[in-house]
């Protein structure tokens, strides 16, 4: 099931981006149909900035300058408890980010740029937090000399990104997996084929359609056989 964002729902809900709320809401309705797993194709590099939460900053501040004699307890109870509850509400990416780790089938997309032809891989090394996303390269295993020979003019390189749009942490860490997402268009415009595998900081990452179809096969991104030039083997 694809969930399009178009122009009837931009004119219901208002202009793009949609708070991260409304992102929350909507997979709140379809994790009711119970899938098996969910890709959220969307730019969410950027924290969400909400005027609510600049606001409750400066109160807090004033509360905490207020001597504690002139502040009864069973008050200051109430109030920090509702400041908490309202500073929850207004965190739209800590909202969005509980419903995915609700749901805990739900992949995040990569906007990512790959690097020209030639050019050096970014000899630079992920974070350890996302190396759980990435998957391992296989070496291809020919049984005679021809599959062999067929290898050494079919074998490619995986392309190379030279930047990784990865979604904020709040959001990536409670995340099932993270996929990039770019469609590659050939020389008339048409979209035929994306890089199912794309290198990035001496790390390999699945595209978030071969993330969804190991997690809808319940396969372990580890357990998949990428051949660079040859395919993927869930």
Not at 9 to 38: C, K, M, Y
Not at 59 to 86: G, M
Not at 160 to 187: E, W
């Amino acid at each position: 099931t694809l969930v399009e964002i178009d122009a009837e729902s931009i004119d219901r809900l208002g202009p793009w981006p949609f708070p991260r709320e409304v992102l929350a809401v909507t997979l709140h309705i379809i994790e009711q149909s119970q899938p098996r797993a969910v890709g959220i194709a969307l730019d969410l590099q950027q924290t969400q900035t909400v005027r609510g939460t600049e606001v409750l900053s400066p109160l807090r501040t004033l509360f905490d300058k207020v001597p504690p004699q002139d502040i009864s307890l069973e008050y200051s109870r109430r109030f920090e408890t509702a400041l908490h509850e309202a500073g929850q509400k207004l965190d739209g990416d800590r909202v969005l980010a509980n419903e995915i780790r609700a749901g805990g089938n739900v992949l995040l997309g990569i906007p990512y740029r790959l690097q020209s032809l030639g050019a050096a891989l970014d000899p630079r090394t992920l974070s350890e937090p996302l190396q759980r996303f990435t998957v391992p390269l296989a070496a291809p295993v020919e049984a005679n000399i021809l599959g062999r020979f067929l290898s050494t003019f079919s074998r490619g390189a995986v392309p190379a990104a030279t930047s990784f749009r990865i979604p904020a942490n709040t959001l990536s860490g409670t995340a099932l997996a993270l996929g990039h997402f770019q469609p590659q268009t050939d020389f008339d415009g048409r979209v035929r084929f994306e890089n199912l595998v794309v290198a990035y900081q001496g790390q390999h990452f699945p595209s978030l359609s071969l993330g969804l179809a190991a997690a809808g096969m319940g396969v372990s991104l580890k357990d998949e056989r990428v051949v660079p030039g040859r395919g993927v083997t869930l």
